[in-house]
């Protein structure tokens, strides 16, 4: 059974600190892992990697894939307080999205 | 409308009595998903449609659950005789294209409580 790990489970950190978070994931036939920030409600889409070692970046927000490891990681810079929600890794081997549990960021003032 | 369009937003129903949730997909999108989260829990995967029909029903926790989709747009998720552990928010959420890896857009999900 394909299998979505994060960690921390949870992270508190001050505004203007540097946070990474990790996910690692098991699966049978990997195409795609994808990255999604949820706050209240709707998760929404924030980066789909396929190829290793290629960054993609958008804003303070960046993340990398490592095929050989079977992970990824997001990297967010400069935190400020609206970046305070729960970030989840999803891994696209097969028809749907298998989910991790997700890491909840909170950034403090 | 612009997005996945879920209602009611929230729901609160006795134990035992059957409820229907609604999903309306962005305009266009052939692949609809439902999923479940918990408290504290990740998004648990429940069923997907391609078009009407439902390749996968793998996920559907007990047969009180049931899920359609007619017109290739509107999905809805019925559960018969709700048990208190089936309360949860319900999302939604669809896709241009199905098949793995194709970003999903997800709606504001539907707040079961079972009491």
């Known amino acids: 059974e394909d299998k979505v790990v994060q960690s921390p489970l949870s992270l508190v950190v001050h505004e203007g600190d540097t946070v990474t978070l990790n996910c690692s994931y098991e699966?049978?036939?990997?195409?795609?892992l994808l990255w999604y920030k949820q706050e209240k409600k709707a998760p929404t889409f924030l980066f789909m990697l396929t190829s290793s070692g290629i960054e993609k970046k958008s804003g303070r927000l960046s993340s990398i894939l490592d095929k050989k490891e079977l992970s990824s990681i997001l990297n967010i810079t400069a935190t400020q307080t609206g970046d305070s929600a729960i970030y989840l890794c999803?891994?696209?081997?097969?028809?749907?999205?298998?989910f991790g549990k997700g890491t909840k960021l909170t950034v403090n003032p | 409308g612009a997005g996945v369009s879920q209602s009611p937003s929230n729901k609160v129903t006795e134990k035992g009595k059957d409820v229907e949730l609604r999903c309306d997909p962005i305009?266009?999108?052939?692949?609809l998903y439902w999923y479940r989260q918990s408290l504290g829990q990740g998004l648990e995967f429940l069923i997907y449609?391609?078009?009407?029909?439902?390749p996968d029903k793998s996920g559907l926790p007990s047969d009180r659950f049931s899920a359609e989709r007619t017109g290739g747009s509107v999905s809805t998720l019925t559960i018969q005789r709700t048990q208190q552990e089936d309360s949860a928010v319900y999302l939604c959420?669809?896709?241009?294209?199905w098949g793995a890896g194709a970003p999903l857009h997800f709606g504001n999900g539907t707040r079961l409580t079972v009491t």
């Open positions: 999803a891994e696209g081997g097969s028809e749907k999205l298998v």
């Open positions: 699966v049978t036939n990997f195409r795609s």
């Open positions: 449609f391609q078009g009407n029909s439902a």
């Open positions: 959420a669809s896709s241009l294209v």
């Open positions: 305009s266009g999108h052939t692949a």
